[in-house]
């Protein structure tokens, strides 16, 4: 199999075209993040570092904390990015860029994105950690990538559009359910997090049931459907009860779409800094941030 130069783009030193990286610079545990600010939030912890390339909105920094070699690059907003990154860091794990074929032994990677999300249900309180247990897409990225989906997240997806028929309610575009990495999901699950299903949405917005000069057709009754919904059926992997869906942001169904689908694992782990049935915003955002990543790399060590 030769990836021909249109479909794997390289730079002029070899490096691979959006993220400017080379295989040798990224390890196999790698901390994504939205904000290009917030890789050096999380590198400062590292014992050393590395490597530093900047390209674009594409920080990356490459480093070791108790033994472990980690990577932390940030994403910026939105699946259309996840898209460039997860294809570019899965080149660069599973192809022999100078042959243009795929590697004889190729790495398996393993993904934690550590951001920030609004909770959709009252209970939940700021400034707590929330772990994705899906990402629910309505980003449309997955639609053009040709792969199957566990029966379990299908099963899921239907009964939730079941619901929503019965009311006379439907998404804007076809959804899709992306599952979190079990193993993921038990290694970080404890009494310092909970769990939720995480609405991916394309945009900030119209696409989150905003408004301000355009009329949305993410309608508020719709969003008031989905949240109240709850799955009847059994749940995989460490999920305690119920699932319903807990929170909006912007990048988790398409990280594990992606991930799914190219044979990595991830988990999206998520800082809730605003409660939007409550009206409330965190008044310290910033520490809590710290606390996520401080809490998410001692995670990580042990993993």
Known sequence: MKFPASELILNDDGSIYHLHLHPEQISDLIITV?????VGRVSRHFDRIDTKVNKREFVTHTGELGGRRMTVISTGIGTDNIDIVFNELDALARIDLQKRDLLDQQRSLTFVRLGTSGALQADLELDSFLLSSYGLGLDGLMAFY???WPEQ???LLNH???QLAVQGLAFPLKPYLAPASD???AHFAGPE???GITLTATGFYGPQARQIRLKSKMTETLLQAVVNWEAKTPSSGSFPGPLRVTNFEMETAGIYGLAHALGHRALSVSALLANRPNGTFSETPGP???RLIEWALAKLQSL
């Open 34 to 38: 939205g904000d290009p600010d917030r």
């Open 146 to 148: 040709d792969f199957s």
């Open 153 to 155: 997240s299908q099963n």
């Open 160 to 162: 939730l559009e079941t």
């Open 183 to 185: 193993q993921l999901l």
């Open 193 to 195: 997090s909970q769990q």
């Open 288 to 290: 809590t941030v710290d």
